[in-house]
């Protein structure tokens, strides 16, 4: 066995943005709408008044400044602050299922692969937009590959957990050539009328090719050295949204529904988590933190990523060596630390080292350390 290499990621952008001050200004008119239409009651302390989100906060808070979304119609719409997608007929390509493709084909060709090269498909993100047939098949179907896909969901660590998967079947021989996607469909599970999270979440699709080292003829690989992955209970972070909804008679688009967390407490058990995640996974295989040239990380917020890489380093991190985009893309769920990747490692020289982590509900962690070929 030759080993098992990254041989091209692709990044797909929806082309609608959406700025902080935008989704505020929106934000804010439903507040003055609901606390006129609850005045009564909020005089009568019988309901709490709804306050003003603000740029600003948001900014010094995450870090996040914008985010892509895949349909902004609806979102910004006061009667009805959910993105507006429309039904597609089932001989239709899926949402997520485009979104993928768009990525793939980015993906293929960064490492020089067609389909006929590839024997395996594994879609993983925070959400399918069904749960059968697998978004993976229909991808698969869509480009002509021969083999097998699966679908997998792991939250914010869905793409490091796929990329595990596709390593160890690379590694055991039951596939050859893994593409591995992540069309990461948030919004349509984004509470836009909540303060706390209507600011935290955006939409991406990213791709990348695992392989053997001996098939890789790609000039921008890298060598997946290790991989760990964690994951411990929390009922922090929520998504309660599901099929069983049907039959306890709840309100399928209830506020309780939605994304939620405990955002500090997230910030506080989960740093101190992945920093001891990831320096064991390096000392693992005697890789010292120094020895790290980039830390690809999860893209929730802007201070974590500081305050993890300074666990590790004892001092701040520059922006060279832990990479941002969350101020671009928000948080994409399981996509930010393969954006980081995608989009700061062309710089790489052979044997430089670096570490992809990805952190987040579940709790998860997903870590992979790599090696420029
Ligand atoms: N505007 C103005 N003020 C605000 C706003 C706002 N939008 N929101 C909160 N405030 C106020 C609060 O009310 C509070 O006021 P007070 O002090 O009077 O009580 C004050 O600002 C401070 O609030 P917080 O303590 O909550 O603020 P923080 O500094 O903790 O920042 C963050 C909030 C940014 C959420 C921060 O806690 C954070 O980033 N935590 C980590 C979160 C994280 O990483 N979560 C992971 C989530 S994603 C994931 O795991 C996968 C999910 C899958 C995808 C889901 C897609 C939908």
Redesign the pocket.
Known sequence: MSGVVISGTGLWIPEHQLTNEEL?DC?NKHVDVYNEEHATAIANEEQTAK????AA??EK??GIKSRYIYQKKGVLDLDRMRPDIPVRDNSELSDQAEMAIHAAKKAMANAGKDASDIDAVIVSC??TQRSYPAIAIEVQDALGIEGFGFDMLV??SAATFALQRAYEMVKAGTAKCVLAINP?L??P??NYKD???????GDVSIATIVEQKDTCNSSGSFEILSTKAFTKYSNN?R?NFGYVLNANDSDPLGKEQ??S?N??S??KE?CPMAAEHIADHLSSIDVKNEDVKRWWL?Q??I??NKLICSLLLNRQPSEEEAPIVLDEFA?T??AGSLIAFNKYSGDFQSGDLGLICS????YSIGSLIVRKL
């Open positions: 505020v934000y306050a003003y989100s603000s906060f948001i808070a995450s925070a959400y939250a914010c990461e948030t919004s599970q984004v303060r706390d999270s209507h600011f935290i979440f972070i998504s939605y994304f967390q955002g500090r997230v910030y989960v999860h929730a917020n201070n974590m948080n769920a399981s952190f987040g509900a579940g």
